[in-house]
């Protein structure tokens, strides 16, 4: 297992994930949980979203197996990022001139009037879609050449953008901080788009873009481009759940008192560090090696990873989750509570966080077996799944929302992630998983989880005291 590049990417998603909480704590003392923080997470949450389907594994475990397995790799690159971008680029325009329906779709419970005041600045963040694809794109054929810190470094530079925004107008009104923060993501994704081509170029695999665009008309790759349509759309969904799951909390949200979309937002900014450093990390850096050790017959190899790979995760999960729920208070008071932040938005926050730590160590380890499905082309089925995963948690939601407000939302996505492991490891095959837990692993694993629990309890009480004088 490749330790050096799994610890590089973890190392290069920390960073971008503390000036990503740098970022969020400016936002609160600035915006607090407000109607103007509620509109602007709002236009921003789906071009969030789809930055962290596609930047954290969804396109590359469609365009991966099909790009290794390719006979012309610069055609079929070349074929597949102008499909796309011009697509993306024709539904940006679409949006710019009618951006009244996504959102209103975004933010159902809304009144018309808050719709139209959050249309504008959806149509703003909708162009960063443009730039992630780009980013996303390129950074696939860097992890094909095993190299995978300037991604997981890039989204510093969208942090950094954002982080300057709220500093030059952090004195200004509401509106206009909301608005300079939505142009502030599209700079960010410029510098993205930048870094990449850089790399690309120091890389030399700017040639294979050359050549592809050469003899674009010269090579048949239809057979390639139809391997690829029909693993694309399960990838997207069969990869997503815990970002699907966030993006119909915010939509339910709009039902609930105003505060809670920001409430979740927040949390779940905290609950996605670990899932990001941890799993999504280490499930990024493993794919590759994964998808040619399956596709040259070394099974063997293939589970080999998984089974180290799985005891690490276990470990650094189990004990993030323990940290998540014990310290959710202690946490959410060091990270938001200043400025417009109350005490109060802390406590709801905290009680927010804890519900999603419940899923922590399901959506993890899913993320892992999860790559078995891919690497192997069973894209559909993988997608079948996270719908089955996304059907729990939305009847959970709609459940528990009314009684637990925003919490009951962020305890169904939990419900949902545990749905989703068991059918992953039940497609994967119970009998690999049921291999690798007959281990002496398994006790030191239950007794370091007793441990870090004991010792996570009197940490809280601690500074929990310290909070409070």
Not at 105 to 110: E, I, Q
Not at 158 to 168: K, P, V
């Amino acid at each position: 297992m490749k330790f050096k590049s799994i610890f590089t990417n973890s190392f290069g998603i920390l960073l971008s994930r503390v000036t990503g909480f740098l970022r969020d704590v400016l936002m609160t003392a600035v915006l607090g949980a407000s109607m103007w923080s509620d509109m602007f997470i709002v236009a921003f949450k789906l071009p969030n979203l789809f930055r962290r389907i596609f930047a954290e594994g969804a396109f590359t475990q469609a365009f991966m197996p099909s790009f290794i397995a390719s006979k012309h790799k610069g055609v079929f690159a070349t074929a597949i990022f102008l499909r796309f971008f011009l697509f993306l680029f024709a539904l940006s325009l679409l949006i710019t001139f009618f951006p009244e329906p996504i959102t209103k779709l975004l933010a159902w419970g809304w009144s018309d009037t808050k719709i139209s005041q959050t249309a504008p600045l959806t149509a703003i963040n909708f162009w960063y879609l443009d730039f992630i694809f780009i980013v996303s794109f390129l950074a696939t054929l860097l992890q094909y050449k095993n190299h995978f810190a300037t991604t997981a470094l890039s989204t510093i530079l969208l942090n950094l953008s954002m982080i300057t925004a709220l500093l030059i107008y952090m004195k200004q009104d509401p509106k206009s901080v909301a608005y300079a923060l939505s142009f502030a993501v599209l700079i960010g994704g410029f510098f993205q788009v930048l870094a990449h081509l850089i790399t690309l170029k120091r890389l030399t695999l700017h040639k294979i873009l050359i050549g592809g665009w050469k003899y674009r008309d010269k090579k048949n790759i239809k057979e390639e481009e139809k391997r690829f349509k029909s693993l694309f759309l399960p990838s997207i969904l069969g990869n997503s759940a815990p970002q699907l799951a966030a993006f119909i909390d915010t939509f339910l949200a709009t039902f609930l008192i105003t505060g809670s979309i920001s409430y979740l937002f927040y949390a779940n900014r905290v609950f996605q560090l670990p899932l990001a450093i941890i799993a999504i990390a280490t499930a990024t850096v493993l794919f590759p090696s994964i998808s040619k050790a399956l596709k040259n017959g070394k099974e063997t190899q293939a589970y080999e990873n998984l089974s180290k790979a799985f005891w690490l995760l276990s470990f650094l999960l189990g004990v993030s989750m323990l940290g998540g729920i014990i310290l959710s208070e202690p946490i959410v008071w060091l990270l938001f509570e200043r400025g417009n932040f109350t005490a109060l938005m802390a406590k709801e926050t905290a009680n927010v966080l804890q519900m999603y730590m419940v899923g922590l160590l399901p959506f993890g380890l899913s993320k892992l077996f999860s790559l078995f499905l891919f690497a192997s082309h069973r894209h559909l089925k993988a997608a079948k799944i996270t719908l089955y995963s996304l059907g729990a948690s939305t009847f959970f939601s709609l459940l528990l929302m009314q009684s637990m407000g925003a919490s009951g939302l962020a305890l169904a996505g939990s419900i949902g992630g545990w749905v989703l492991f068991i059918l992953t490891i039940k497609e994967v095959g119970f009998d690999k998983f049921i291999t690798i837990i007959k281990s002496k692993k398994s006790i030191f694993f239950l007794f370091g989880m007793l441990i870090a629990t004991v010792i996570l309890h009197y940490f809280n009480l601690y500074l929990t005291q310290l909070i409070r004088h």
